[in-house]
């Protein structure tokens, strides 16, 4: 029996429409919501990224604005920048674009975010809630990755979560919103890169989170039967035909692409109880979680 579909579309379309209600609620006070993109120099995966954002905010009603900086801006520069927006009233939300030019290191721009107007969630203050399970926003794609896992109904208490990936945006905080109650938590794993088995982990994982940007790295003989998985993973690929060859596209010549997730989807599919799909799962939730952070920092403002 094939698994169930973690749908992130429907799930983002229903949390959306709760949130309309709540940026509706503050246009009838006369207050407008303002979400600003820093964005140094140009890259073409942060450019999607950018549109997205954009899109969603137009749809929800909120301003959205980019502020374009040149490859030649230094640290100093960009904090002198974050901080005038700090301080701009105006200004509910900011969003540091990735990545930053190799002379910028990221966590001395992130930490000069307010943090009543970091919408990643990404200031050690805002991290240090998390850990206090106190949070008023979290990082985006952990806390899409969670409500997807919620959306399943599955009750979580006591059941073996393994996740694969550590960084500060995903692997790390997922499991800190695992921990979030004292007595309904389940119990979390995190793997790495210097996890030395870790087919052993996956095999025992009720729930499995996958965050590394590596296609195919879950095989299905590394899943529990029944268990549930969410894949985070975003990579692209090329079309094979039947002999194993890449699919050239008339027009443009080049081999054709598609995008898929770090877990074997079509056999993880005919083990798991409940998987997650690449794309259509946890990707749709991003950045309405960016819309969800951007409507919590205007309270936190009392706007």
Known sequence: MSAILLDGESLAKKIKEELKREIKDFKSRGKSLTLVAIQVGENPASRVYINQQKKACEEMGLIYNLKELPQSTTELELIDVVESLNKDTSVTGIILQMPLPSGINPRNVQIKIAPEKDVEGLNPYNMGLLVYGKQRVAPCTAMGAVELLKS?????????????????????????????SLFESPTPTVCHIAT??????????????????????IKGDMLKKDSIVIDIGINRIPVLNEKGEKVIDEKTGKPKMKTVGDVEFEKAKEICSYISPVPGGVGPLTVTMLIKNTVECAKWQGK
Do not use: C, N, W
């Open 196 to 217: 030395r088995d870790l087919s052993f982990h996956t095999k025992r994982a009720d729930i499995l989170f996958v965050a590394v940007g590596k296609p195919s790295l």
């Open 152 to 180: 399943s109904g599955v009750e979580l208490k006591g059941k073996e979560v393994v996740i694969v990936g550590h960084s500060e945006i995903v692997g790390k905080p997922i499991a800190l919103l695992m921990l979030q």
